[in-house]
C-alpha cells in the first residue's frame, strides 16, 4: 500500500472492497513504519471500520511488540518523571513504570531503535518500548504533565491576556471571550488536572475577591487553585456553551452534560449552575470514560463475605426487587454494574435505565433518559416490559409511577435492581411504601436491601500502624483485649498528596426479606422493627462492616465514624 495514500482516498478504497483482508493490510501498514499509516490505521478505527482491539492487536503482531492502552493503565508519577516533558511531547512517548531499573516507555513508534537508544540516554535506564496508539499518548501526556504549578501559570497567562482586559468586550460579548482559545485551552486543563488527581467532582466557586477551584478527591474536598473573578464570568459561559444550555439565563439553577474526546473513547462529565450572592456556582461530576473504564468484580470491592455470598444468591433470583441504596457519590450504580456481570450471560436478556449510561456493557441493552423529550424512566420501563426482559436495571427510582410499574414488574417473573437515596437498608421498605407503593405489592416483591457508603482508603505507600488510645477502642469494641491488635493510618506522601488516603473502600449492609420481615412490612411497620426482625438472621449495620475495613487495615476509625451513624441495632 503507497505510504502517501491521504487518509480520505484510502478509507474510500475500502469501502469499495469487496473483501478487505484487514490482517493483510494492517499488517502491510505495520512495515512501512511511518506517521502516515499510523495516520491511517487511526482512520480505519475512527471510522469503525475495524475495532480498536482487533486493529490494535494486529498492528502489534506486525511489530513484534506489544500493545497497551495508555489511559487505561497504572502510570507512575516516577515513570513519568523521567522524560522531560518537551521531549515527551515532541517524540510522543510517555514513561509507564519502572521495575528493575527498567522504564516502560508507550511509544507511537516502538520500533524506531534510534530513539529507543535516545531515551536511554536521557533516563540513564533501560527502556522497554511498548506500542500505544499517538492519539492515546497525547491525551495521557496532558493529564500526566498537568500539574497545579502548570496550571497556575496558563491561568496567570490568561488574565493578562489582552482580550480579558478590554471593558468594551467584557461588557458587550461575553460570548467571544468564552469562545477564545487561550480560555478553552485553560478549561481542557483544568479537566486533565482533575483526572489525573481522580477528582470525582470539580467545584468552580466565585468568592468576594476571587474565584476558587476545588476538586473531591476521595470523598474529601481539596482547594487546587485560585483565579481572577474576571475570568469567572467567562469560564462558566464556556461550560453553558458545551453543555448546549442558555448562556443569558444566570438567575436560575441550569443542568447539562458534555464530554470531550480521550484516546479512541470520550470521558463524560455532568454540569450543574446554580446562583450565590458572588455569581454562579458551578460543579462538574466526572462520570465514567465511556468504553475504557474496567469493570470491577464483586470480589475485587472486598465486599464482606457474609454480605457477598447472600447478595450473589439473591442475584439468582428470577423474579423481584433488589435495591441498592446510599448517598449520592456512594458507588451503587458500580455495585450494580459488578452485580449484572456476575449474571450477564447470552442466556439471559438484560436491559438498564440509566441517567446517565456510564459504563457500557458487552450483550446488555442500554437506555438512557432524555428530559428534553419527556423520556422519562416509567416510560422506558413500560416499554422494556413487552422487550421480553429477564433483568432490569433501574438507575434510580425518583416517583410513583416508575415504583408501581417496577414493584409489578417483580411480580410478574422478572428481577429488578435499581437505586434508592435512603440512609439505612431498611429505610428503603418503607421508603418505597411512603411515595404510595401499597404494602401488599412491596411485601412479596422486595428480595433484599444492600445499604453502601465508601470511605477513605488507607495509603499503601505510607501506612503505618499504631495503637489507638483505651478510651477509643472501648467506644467501638467490646473486647478489651483488642488493646494488643494494632490499627492503620496514612503518614501521609508524595503519592496520596500528604494526606494519607488514596482511593476509596466501600462498606455495607443487608438485609434479607423473610417471611417475618415480609408480615412486618405488609404491618406497615417501622424501619427499626424491620432491622431488628432481619439481625435475627445476620443483618449487621454499616459500622459494623464498616470496622470490619478498620481491623482489616483498610482505611481508618476516623473515616468510619464520619461516614456512619452511631445508631446499632438492637
Known amino acids: 500500500m503507497p505510504p502517501a495514500l491521504e487518509n480520505s482516498t484510502f478509507l474510500e478504497l475500502v469501502r469499495r472492497l469487496p473483501k478487505f483482508d484487514f490482517e493483510k493490510e494492517l499488517e502491510a501498514l505495520g512495515q512501512q513504519h511511518g506517521a502516515g499509516s499510523l495516520a491511517q490505521l487511526q482512520a480505519l478505527i475512527d471510522q469503525k471500520l475495524i475495532s480498536k482491539e482487533e486493529a490494535t492487536r494486529q498492528w502489534a503482531n506486525s511489530i513484534g511488540i506489544a500493545y497497551v492502552d495508555v489511559l487505561s493503565s497504572a502510570i507512575t508519577e516516577e515513570a513519568v518523571a523521567k522524560i522531560p516533558s518537551e521531549i515527551a511531547k515532541k517524540a510522543n512517548v510517555i514513561g509507564l513504570y519502572i521495575i528493575d531499573e527498567v522504564l516502560t516507555v508507550a511509544m507511537s513508534t516502538p520500533?524506531?531503535?534510534?530513539?529507543?537508544?535516545?531515551?536511554?540516554?536521557?533516563?540513564?535506564?533501560?527502556?522497554?518500548?511498548?506500542?500505544?496508539?499517538?492519539?492515546?499518548?497525547?491525551?495521557?501526556?496532558?493529564?500526566?504533565?498537568?500539574?497545579?504549578?502548570?496550571?497556575?501559570?496558563?491561568?496567570?497567562?490568561?488574565?493578562?491576556?489582552?482580550?480579558?482586559?478590554?471593558?468594551?468586550?467584557?461588557?458587550?460579548?461575553?460570548?467571544?471571550?468564552?469562545?477564545?482559545?487561550s480560555l478553552i485551552r485553560v478549561l481542557d486543563e483544568v479537566i486533565y488536572f482533575a483526572l489525573r488527581e481522580r477528582a470525582s467532582d470539580i467545584h468552580i466557586e466565585p468568592l468576594e475577591n476571587h474565584t476558587r477551584i476545588r476538586f473531591r478527591i476521595d470523598g474529601m474536598m481539596r482547594e487546587m487553585i485560585t483565579f481572577s473573578r474576571k475570568l469567572h464570568r467567562a469560564v462558566i459561559v464556556r461550560l453553558k456553551i458545551l453543555c448546549s444550555v442558555n448562556i443569558s439565563e444566570s438567575r436560575f439553577p441550569q443542568d447539562g452534560r458534555f464530554s470531550i474526546a480521550i484516546g479512541t473513547n470520550k470521558a463524560d462529565f455532568r454540569f450543574s449552575c446554580i446562583p450565590t450572592v458572588n455569581g454562579e456556582k458551578a460543579v462538574i461530576r466526572v462520570l465514567a470514560s465511556t468504553g475504557r473504564k474496567s469493570m470491577i468484580t464483586l470480589e475485587k470491592m472486598l465486599i464482606s463475605q457474609p454480605i457477598l455470598q447472600p447478595l450473589k444468591r439473591l442475584m439468582q433470583s428470577p423474579n423481584g426487587i433488589l435495591f441498592v441504596t446510599g448517598p449520592t457519590g456512594?458507588?451503587?450504580?458500580?455495585?450494580?454494574?459488578?452485580?449484572?456481570?456476575?449474571?450477564?450471560?447470552?442466556?439471559?436478556?438484560?436491559?438498564?435505565?440509566?441517567?446517565?449510561?456510564?459504563?457500557?456493557?458487552?450483550?446488555?441493552?442500554?437506555?438512557?433518559?432524555?428530559?428534553?423529550?419527556?423520556?422519562?424512566?416509567?416510560?422506558?420501563?413500560?416499554?422494556?416490559?413487552r422487550q421480553d426482559p429477564d433483568v432490569i436495571l433501574i438507575g434510580e427510582i425518583r416517583d410513583l409511577e416508575t415504583a408501581k410499574i417496577a414493584t409489578e414488574a417483580a411480580l410478574t417473573g422478572h428481577l429488578v435492581l435499581a437505586t434508592l437515596h435512603?440512609?439505612?437498608?431498611?429505610?428503603?421498605?418503607?421508603?418505597?411504601?411512603?411515595?404510595?407503593?401499597?404494602?401488599?405489592?412491596?411485601?412479596?416483591?422486595?428480595?433484599?436491601?444492600?445499604?453502601?457508603?465508601?470511605?477513605?482508603?488507607?495509603?499503601?505507600?505510607?501506612?503505618?500502624?499504631?495503637?489507638?488510645?483505651?478510651?477509643?477502642?472501648?467506644?467501638?469494641?467490646?473486647?478489651?483485649?483488642?488493646?494488643?491488635?494494632?490499627?492503620?493510618?496514612?503518614?501521609?506522601?508524595?503519592?496520596?498528596?500528604?494526606?494519607?488516603?488514596?482511593?476509596?473502600?466501600?462498606?455495607?449492609?443487608?438485609?434479607?426479606?423473610?417471611?417475618?420481615?415480609?408480615?412486618?412490612?405488609?404491618?406497615?411497620?417501622?424501619?427499626?422493627?424491620?432491622?431488628?426482625?432481619?439481625?435475627?438472621?445476620?443483618?449487621?449495620?454499616?459500622?459494623?462492616?464498616?470496622?470490619?475495613?478498620?481491623?482489616?487495615?483498610?482505611?481508618t476509625i476516623e473515616e468510619i465514624e464520619q461516614n456512619t451513624s452511631s445508631e446499632w441495632a438492637t
Open 330 to 385: 456512594s458507588g451503587k450504580t458500580t455495585t450494580l454494574y459488578s452485580a449484572l456481570s456476575e449474571i450477564n450471560t447470552p442466556g439471559i436478556n438484560i436491559s438498564t435505565i440509566e441517567d446517565p449510561v456510564e459504563i457500557q456493557l458487552s450483550g446488555v441493552s442500554q437506555s438512557q433518559v432524555n428530559g428534553h423529550i419527556d423520556l422519562k424512566f416509567s416510560t422506558l420501563l413500560r416499554a422494556f416490559l
Open 111 to 181: 520500533q524506531d531503535n534510534n530513539l529507543v537508544r535516545r531515551l536511554q540516554q536521557i533516563t540513564q535506564l533501560t527502556i522497554s518500548p511498548v506500542f500505544s496508539l499517538p492519539c492515546e499518548i497525547d491525551d495521557a501526556l496532558s493529564i500526566q504533565y498537568c500539574t497545579e504549578k502548570s496550571l497556575a501559570d496558563s491561568l496567570v497567562d490568561l488574565e493578562k491576556d489582552t482580550l480579558f482586559n478590554r471593558p468594551e468586550l467584557a461588557n458587550q460579548s461575553i460570548e467571544l471571550l468564552a469562545e477564545s482559545e
Open 422 to 555: 435512603t440512609n439505612t437498608a431498611a429505610q428503603a421498605i418503607v421508603r418505597l411504601m411512603e411515595i404510595g407503593v401499597e404494602s401488599y405489592m412491596v411485601a412479596p416483591s422486595v428480595i433484599g436491601v444492600l445499604a453502601q457508603r465508601l470511605a477513605a482508603r488507607i495509603c499503601e505507600k505510607c501506612s503505618e500502624a499504631y495503637y489507638p488510645p483505651r478510651e477509643v477502642l472501648l467506644r467501638y469494641f467490646e473486647e478489651e483485649g483488642l488493646t494488643d491488635v494494632p490499627f492503620f493510618r496514612g503518614r501521609g506522601c508524595p503519592h496520596c498528596r500528604g494526606t494519607g488516603y488514596r482511593g476509596r473502600v466501600a462498606f455495607h449492609e443487608l438485609v434479607l426479606i423473610t417471611e417475618e420481615v415480609r408480615q412486618l412490612i405488609s404491618e406497615r411497620k417501622s424501619a427499626q422493627e424491620i432491622t431488628r426482625a432481619a439481625a435475627k438472621v445476620g443483618y449487621k449495620p454499616l459500622r459494623y462492616d464498616g470496622l470490619r475495613k478498620v481491623l482489616l487495615g483498610l482505611t
